[in-house]
Nanobody, 123 residues
Framework: VQLQASGGGLVQAGGSLRLSCAAS????????MGWFRQAPGKEREFVAR????????YYADSVKGRFTISRDNAKNTVYLQMNSLKPEDTAVYYC?????????????????WGQGTQVTVSS
């Protein structure tokens, strides 16, 4: 599985962005998909996860109520809608694929990674 993240950019606090992650391959729906982020000098952290068919979603407490993960299996794409952005959301955002089920939030749980897209939120 190859993943390509896009949609990052510079936005003012309170604004919105939608990230996309396009996947190659014909078995996209068999993978749970996650979004992670990494700020300068910090470890990569879990943001959100969605099951293969999109029925189950998990969020980090820091983004719950502001971010929404979704997927379109016909387009082999997963999205992260980010609203009410804060300066502390500034990071490189990565999408990742996991072939196993469950609430898996560790970097080591994911098999495939995209290249990352920069999100910068100005105050």
């Amino acid at each position: 599985v190859q993943l390509q993240a896009s949609g990052g950019g510079l936005v003012q606090a309170g604004g919105s962005l939608r990230l996309s992650c396009a996947a190659s391959g014909r078995t996209f729906s068999s993978y749970a998909m996650g979004w992670f982020r990494q700020a300068p000098g910090k470890e990569r952290e879990f943001v959100a996860r969605i099951s293969g068919l999109g029925s189950t979603k998990y969020y980090a407490d820091s983004v719950k109520g502001r971010f929404t993960i979704s997927r379109d299996n016909a387009k082999n794409t997963v999205y992260l809608q980010m609203n009410s952005l804060k300066p502390e959301d500034t990071a490189v955002y990565y999408c990742a694929a996991d072939s196993r089920i469950g609430s898996r939030r560790s970097v080591a749980d994911y098999d495939y990674w995209g290249q990352g897209t920069q999100v910068t939120v100005s105050s």
